[in-house]
């Protein structure tokens, strides 16, 4: 079951009763199973066992310098793989289970094929009732990525898991699909003061709330040497094949910006699909592909399809896709949609 490099037959298990039991015999036993989070489907493995975490990186494609989360099932087991300081369990406290991971010491215990030889380690604690019942059954703290092959949109749903990994992982527990859409937001508290390593699906403002202090943001100039990156500080990573033009801009302007943008690539005879809000309905000539995530007051809503629709849209026989910003992109769930659009854009339209 150790080495990734042989075809695996992948199962498909069911997310309760004998399906997690099989599961967790499978990752006891040193294989990678995938599972639902609340926030996307994850790529699990023994966690301190750094054979079985080799194979996350080989069944991904996946730099071994990218360093991985630990999942763990309560608080409580923080501490098995971490050093906790007094801020971890205020955060802890007020937002585990949930989108929040992360960055302190590590213990000797977790290998460095998880961490990438840093001197710190990323946790969290998932909310989804799947996750919690493969980490109760399992016994053992999981490390593991988003379910996608390197570089491709995280999967919301097993059949994105099975899309990317079919054949490269021994199972996944297909428990429908994810709430929250976009990844944990990722904090490092090992250091004064704590950073913002990636937005995500908890709000950075209500982290800030907790701390009462404002939470230091990299800028992609200030991040990108080594692994201590947060992902997708690579310049492009959640990212379809069809190439993907963001347009942002002051309120307003990206809207009518995309509709000239789109209607010049149909006059040019392309294949031409567009990510969009409830408010671009009706916009475009109907040759246009549409693929609706949510509205621009709702980015909730627009998180839990953004994957997906850009998997679909990726999936469509198109040319060229075009998405405009989604929500404000400063506030809350907008960083984090922001965020993941720029990674995933091929081109950048300041409008
Ligand atoms: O919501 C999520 O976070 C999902 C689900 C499955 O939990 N997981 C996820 O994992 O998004 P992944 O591998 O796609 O992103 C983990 C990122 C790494 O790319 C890395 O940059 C950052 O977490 N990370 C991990 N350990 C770190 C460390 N010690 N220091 C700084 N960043 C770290
Ligand atoms: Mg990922």
């Known amino acids: 079951m150790n080495s990734g490099s042989e075809r695996r037959h992948t199962r498909v298990l069911a997310p309760e009763g004998a399906g997690v039991f099989e599961a967790a015999a499978i990752l006891r036993a040193g294989g990678l199973v995938a599972f639902p989070t609340e926030t996307v489907y994850g790529l699990g493995a023994h966690a301190l066992d750094a054979l079985a975490v080799r194979g996350i990186f080989e069944a991904k494609g996946r730099p071994s310098d990218d360093p991985l989360i630990v999942h763990v099932a309560t608080a409580e087991q923080l501490e098995r793989v971490a050093v906790a300081n007094a801020l971890a369990w205020r955060l802890a406290r007020r937002f585990w289970p949930g989108p929040l991971t992360l960055v302190l010491p590590k213990r000797d215990s977790v290998p460095p094929e998880v961490t990438a030889d840093l001197g710190t380690v ?19 703290p999981l490390a593991a990525p988003s379910a ?14 099975l899309d990317d990994l079919d054949g490269r992982i021994d199972a996944v527990l297909d428990g429908g699909p994810t709430q929250v859409g976009v990844e944990s937001t990722i904090i490092d508290i090992s250091r004064t003061p704590p950073r913002l390593l990636r937005p995500g699906g908890l709000a950075a403002e209500d982290i800030e709330s907790v701390l009462g202090e404002r939470l230091i943001r990299l800028t992609p100039s200030t ?24 347009i942002v801009g002051a309120a307003g302007i990206p809207a009518a910006r995309l509709r000239t943008e789109v209607e010049a690539a149909v006059a040019a005879g392309l294949r031409v699909g567009v990510l969009a809000l409830e408010e671009d309905r009706g916009v475009f000539s109907s040759s246009v592909r549409l693929e609706v995530v949510g509205s621009w007051s709702d980015p909730a809503a627009s998180a839990a399809r953004l994957f997906e629709a850009l998997r679909v849209l990726d999936a469509a026989d198109l040319q060229v896709l075009f998405v405009r910003e989604l929500a404000e992109p400063s506030v809350g769930l907008g960083q984090a949609l922001a965020d993941r659009l720029q990674r995933a854009a091929h081109r950048i339209i300041q409008a």
């Open 148 to 161: 996608n092959l390197f570089g491709r949109p995280s999967p919301t749903r097993a059949a994105h898991v």
């Open 223 to 246: 991040s990108s040497q080594g692994p201590q990156s947060a992902p997708g500080l690579l310049p492009v990573h959640y990212s379809p094949r069809t190439p993907l033009t963001l």
């Open 122 to 140: 990323a946790v969290r604690v998932p909310a989804h009732a799947v996750a919690q019942a493969l980490l109760r059954a399992s016994e053992l």
